[in-house]
């Protein structure tokens, strides 16, 4: 007779933490690399056109309170006990490999909008939190530094959410695709199915489901796991436009024959 290892042992915690831990940094490896393809096709191109401008707003708008949400949680050990306290978990969902993703993020999103009003963006956004923090000072009992950290989450969840609905429509209206890098699609689709996974694992870990529950019945949000799942079903339908909808065509070479001569140019050369 075999003796059966308990589910919550030793041994199958160790392993699903190093699983948590590996799928976390494939997360971090994937949505981080998603962004060089579409910077060497728009090298290569020297254009931008085919991308929504309010696409990249929205991201750098997301990435920003992303960065806020993910270091103040990952540094504040008060933070820290509150939030595992209030959502009934064993460690928060926020790793070192977090971090990095999120200052890497926001770099590259500022980059693009320099000379586009990232200076507005940036002043919009720390507004909207420096109000939430007021508030937190007239009414702490309500509004605490955890709920305007939620807040700031949530933010990053709809500006993922909403980014997309542009795009797409940019996409339909164009009826093609072209100008967005495939790949980049496909890292990010990738870095959002790492990311539930390892939310998934978490919640085996701490045997707390309630960010999944909360989702369904809307009663807590985790701005982790919502932009995982807004990351896959967002990428997806972008892929889905690029492979079936408006399939990239070949483009013939431009040659001579092809150049358009004026009427004029044609009735001096038939005398």
Request: one cysteine or more; glycine letters at 6%.
């Amino acid at each position: 007779m075999t003796n059966n290892v308990p589910y919550d042992s030793d041994l199958n915690k160790a392993i699903l933490e190093a699983l948590s831990v590996f799928s976390g940094y494939c997360n971090t490896i994937c949505w981080s690399f998603m962004f060089y393809p579409q910077m060497i096709t728009n090298y290569t191109r020297k254009s931008a056109e085919g991308l929504s401008f309010d696409f990249i707003i929205l991201n750098t708008i997301g990435n920003i309170c992303y960065l806020i949400f993910n270091l103040s949680l990952f540094s504040s050990k008060t933070l820290t006990e509150n939030y595992i306290q209030n959502y009934h978990l064993k460690k928060i969902p926020v790793g070192f490999n977090d971090i990095l993703f999120s200052i890497h993020a926001k770099d590259y999103s500022l980059i693009p909008n320099m000379k586009r009003g990232t200076f507005y963006i940036i002043l919009g956004v720390f507004s909207f939190i420096f109000l939430l923090i007021i508030l937190n000072f007239i009414n702490p009992k309500r509004f605490t530094i955890l709920f305007v950290l939620s807040c700031i989450g949530n933010i990053k969840v709809c500006c993922g959410l909403l980014k997309y609905i542009p795009q797409c429509l940019l996409n339909y209206q164009r009826k093609s695709t072209e100008g967005i890098n495939i790949v980049g699609l496909v890292f990010d689709m990738s870095g959002g199915l790492f990311c539930i996974v390892q939310m998934f694992i978490l919640a085996l870990i701490s045997n707390n489901f309630i960010e999944f529950y909360g989702i369904i019945t809307l009663s807590s949000l985790s701005p982790k796991l919502l932009s995982g799942i807004i990351a896959t079903s967002g990428n997806g339908a972008l892929l889905y436009q690029a492979i079936s909808l408006y399939p990239a065509t070949s483009i013939k070479p431009h040659t001579e024959e092809d150049e358009i001569v004026p009427i004029s140019t044609k009735h001096i050369h038939s005398n």
